[in-house]
């Protein structure tokens, strides 16, 4: 069903009622590009995504108290915020990183396990702490390579030996829990 939020129609809506937090979410499927014009394309598309959520959330910040009564949610203080979830085309930073981050569905979806509090949540992903490590999740060195009189860096990488997903992205979560929420909140890009 759809679900309309101050006039605008939201793709997913998560309610944390214990920590006053509403997270809503803007979901984006996308084909692997083909050539790198199409490349280009995609990377647009998805981050149009990241404007129309700050529409979105700008709008029901605005209505708060219509959405908080449309949404049965109880109190004040509420707090909302935004993200956007990518299937099939994903690895696009944000240009909000700290506020409406860019995450793969799958990794939003094994997250909504790993939290249990969506302030959390939405800081971890509004940091560098979820994405995959260099040396753990992948592998290799940066090199300097020089072509007709010009260097150019080159950033080989391969798959490290770890599993990301149901592996290392839960020690991940497991450290951001550990954290106090301001702390998650300072994490800088």
């Known amino acids: 069903a759809d679900i309309y939020l101050a006039k605008e129609q939201i793709d997913l809506v998560l309610i944390d009622d214990a920590n006053k937090t509403i997270l809503l979410a803007e979901l984006r499927w996308v084909l692997s590009p083909g050539g790198i014009n199409e490349i280009h ?14 529409r979105k959330l700008e709008a029901c910040n605005r209505q708060l108290k219509d ?19 990518v299937e099939g085309f994903a690895g696009l930073p944000s240009d909000r990183p700290k506020t409406i981050p860019i995450v793969p569905s ?22 560098p702490l979820w994405l995959p490590r260099r040396g753990t999740d992948f592998i290799g060195t940066p090199r300097d390579q020089t072509v007709l ?28 829990n550990a954290m106090t929420l301001e702390d998650l909140q300072a994490e800088a890009w």
């Open 149 to 176: 009189g010009q260097t150019f860096r080159t950033d080989p990488v391969s798959a490290g030996h770890t599993l990301y997903l149901g592996g290392t992205f839960n020690r991940y979560m497991q450290e951001a």
């Open 41 to 54: 394309d995609k990377q647009k598309e998805v981050l149009a995504k990241t404007s129309q959520a700050h």
């Open 106 to 127: 799958s990794v939003l979806a094994a997250a909504t396990h790993g939290f249990d509090d969506l302030n959390r949540l939405h800081a971890f992903f509004a940091s």
């Open 67 to 85: 959405v908080l009564k449309r949404l049965a949610c109880t109190g004040d203080g509420c707090r909302l915020c935004a993200i956007v979830a």
